[in-house]
């Protein structure tokens, strides 16, 4: 997270290209999210990678240690517990929360989770 970021990653980066090539596009991919997001309940939407070829997958992980996807890299994390927002928004007003951790959100930072993206660019010569 980063105060000012960017509601959506550059078309070019290698985040928004793995979401085009995981739901055959990004608005896909942030609808997936975002819904999950608004699930009933406490907990957090977490888009992971698949690192053995590199396919995103949103998820609702409801406690810390039930839910995780063994194996997969967590690349974006949206705290949906109420305490995340309960000072800022009322426990009804989870959709405005999301629309501002979106346009905070520091797509760098979840770009350099992303180990598909690495393992690919290493193995390229230059």
Not at 77 to 94: C, G, I, Q, S, T
């Amino acid at each position: 997270m980063k105060r000012g970021g960017s509601v959506d990653p550059d078309k070019t980066a290698a985040f928004y290209q793995a979401a085009e090539e995981s739901f055959g596009s990004y608005d896909v991919w942030k609808a997936d999210f975002v819904s999950i997001g608004k699930m009933r309940g406490v907990g957090w939407a977490i888009c992971y990678e698949d690192p053995s070829g590199g396919q995103l997958s949103n998820h609702w992980i409801s406690l810390h240690q039930i839910g995780n996807v063994a194996g997969f890299n967590p690349v974006l994390v949206m705290d949906v517990w109420e305490h995340a927002f309960l000072l800022d928004y009322k426990p009804a007003d989870r959709p405005k929360y999301i629309e501002a951790f979106f346009s905070n959100i520091d797509w760098r930072a979840a770009e350099g989770r992303l180990q598909h993206a690495k393992h690919n660019s290493a193995s390229v010569p230059r």
